[in-house]
């Protein structure tokens, strides 16, 4: 398997994991006489959620081995995106400005760094952020992972 069909299918996982989870919470207690009661075995529904969670917690032993070497570029790809998200909320207000519930206070602000050297800081981090992007999806695409659905004890086993 692709390392890119095993990140689709752990978030698949993912979103099976919650509806059943969210199944159990809605079908657990209901109301005697209830019609719809009896369609939900939240037994066989619990059996379900465990062997899914044994699934998903296999796929991402898997994805964390086959990671390993650019884990790296993982981890500043997200420190890049974050500092991105800093830097478009660092706020570019300048000069004078109307404030105050009717309007009627004006404030001077100055900045250290202008909208335009803060846009130019975006600009190269985005730059930075897409080539690495790139770079992990191009990884992504062709590597192969082996994996077999472990069960939990053998996965204990290897940590």
């Known amino acids: 398997m692709k390392l890119n069909t095993a990140l ?8 099976e994991i919650a509806k059943l989870k969210q199944q159990i919470k809605e079908k657990n207690s209901y109301l005697v ?5 009896e369609k939900f075995n939240v037994d066989a529904i619990y059996l379900e959620l465990k062997a899914k969670i044994d699934e998903l917690v296999s796929l991402k032993f898997a994805i964390d081995e086959a990671n390993r070497e650019i884990k790296p570029k993982i981890f500043v790809l997200s420190e890049y995106k974050a500092l991105l998200q800093f830097w478009n909320e660092v706020p570019v207000t300048e000069g004078k400005q109307l ?5 009627e206070t004006v404030y001077d602000y100055a900045v250290q760094i202008d909208e335009l050297k803060r846009n ?3 600009s190269e981090f985005q730059t930075k952020i ?7 999806n191009i990884y992504n695409y062709t590597t192969e992972i082996p994996w077999d659905v472990l069960p939990v004890s053998d ?5």
């Open 130 to 136: 897409d080539a690495l992007q790139e770079e992990l």
């Open 155 to 159: 996965i204990n086993n290897k940590i």
């Open 33 to 37: 006489g209830s019609i719809n009661a």
């Open 99 to 103: 404030a105050g519930y009717g309007r």
């Open 8 to 15: 689709n299918l752990r978030k698949k996982l993912v979103g």
């Open 120 to 122: 130019k800081i975006i």
